[in-house]
Every structure is written in structure tokens, then in C-alpha cells.
């Protein structure tokens, strides 16, 4: 098997509790699911502001743009802000309405532009009550302090990656090119736990 189709289909599964176990000692064993997200639709819009924004995007459900470091759900697709004037667009829907050329129609008439990264970033979910204790091996931010819908730029093993919280589960985006790098820091970073 060529090795990076392997790497690239690699998921983790640690210390699944058994299944008559009481959902009350499942929270007590750690485990950690991560695995890639094989479809999403990801563009970076920059140089758009929220009030330069208005109501552009009121058509899918997006009456505002998210606060620096939040994110905002619409009908079929997040948008996260990944820094000052800085958003991602993020779909898991393959036929999702929320298409590059008609993001571009809604903000030809602003400063923003508007670039597909959906082959250029790798996106994995990481879950399972064990996520947190995971992530934080390899990133020097404080993953304990992320809420619910907070977004964070940081490294994980020293690349560079953008984090998404929602509760216990997170998206981690990074760089298609550095794909075999993270997927090594994740099969080293999970050893502790392989009983």
C-alpha cells in the first residue's frame, strides 16, 4: 500500500470503552477519535470587515460575521474568523449553495478576496473525552480554556494549524503539504495511551 494513502486513512481509536459499561465510568477512560474529514468545501475570504459584511450573506442564515476568534453556523456551512479581517468558509456538503463563485458575487462590490482552499488544507476531526488531553501535547495554547465556537491560530508539533472547538470535539485545519508530518505527530502523540 503506498504509504501516503495509508497516512492519509490513518484513524485513531484509543481505549474505546466497552460497551456495558456505564455512562458514567465512559468519562473516566480516556479516548480520542481522529480522523479526516475526506470532503469540505474551505475558502479565506480577507479584508472584509464586519460592517463592511452588512447583510451580504443574510440569503444563508449569516446576519453577522463572527467576532475575532468565533465562528457562526449557517444553513449548510461555518464561517470561522481565523484572524483580524481574516474568515474561513467552511462546507461538509458537496452540493451546498454556498459556492466560491457565489461568494464572490456577494462581495465583488467590497475589498475582500476570496481564495478556495479546499485542496490546499487537510481537515480532521478530533473527538472523544480525551481531545483536549491530545491536543494539548503538541499545541502551547490553552486548549482547556476553548469554549464551544471558539477558533484559535496556533501549531500542533510545529505546524501550523487552525483550531475550531465545538465542546469536546474540534477541527483542526492544516496544510495539505504538511498531512504526513501531523498524521506522524498524531500516531507518536497517541503512544501513551495504546495499552
Request: charged content about 20%; proline content about 3%; overall charge negative.
Amino acid at each position: 500500500m503506498d504509504e501516503k494513502y495509508r497516512l492519509r486513512s490513518f484513524i485513531i481509536f484509543l481505549l474505546i470503552p466497552k460497551v456495558n459499561e456505564s455512562v458514567a465510568n465512559r468519562k473516566s477512560i480516556p479516548s480520542v477519535l481522529v480522523l479526516e474529514i475526506e470532503f469540505s468545501l474551505l475558502y479565506q475570504v480577507h479584508g472584509l470587515t464586519i460592517e463592511g459584511c452588512g447583510n451580504r450573506l443574510n440569503e444563508f442564515g449569516i446576519h453577522s460575521l463572527p467576532a475575532y476568534g468565533r465562528s457562526v453556523a449557517g444553513d449548510d456551512f461555518e464561517i470561522l474568523s481565523n484572524g483580524p479581517g481574516m474568515w474561513m468558509v467552511q462546507s461538509r456538503k458537496r452540493d451546498s449553495e454556498f459556492t466560491l463563485v457565489r461568494l464572490r458575487e456577494l462581495l465583488a462590490d467590497t475589498d475582500a478576496t476570496v481564495t478556495d482552499l479546499s485542496s490546499a488544507r487537510l481537515t480532521v476531526q478530533v473527538s472523544g473525552v480525551s481531545s483536549r488531553t491530545f491536543l494539548k501535547k503538541g499545541c502551547p495554547a490553552d486548549i482547556d480554556s476553548l469554549e464551544s465556537g471558539d477558533v484559535i491560530s496556533s501549531v500542533i508539533g510545529h505546524l501550523g494549524a487552525t483550531i475550531h472547538c465545538m465542546g469536546d470535539d474540534f477541527t483542526v485545519y492544516v496544510l495539505q503539504s504538511f498531512g504526513t508530518d501531523f498524521w506522524e505527530w498524531c500516531r507518536l502523540s497517541t503512544m501513551e495511551f495504546n495499552m
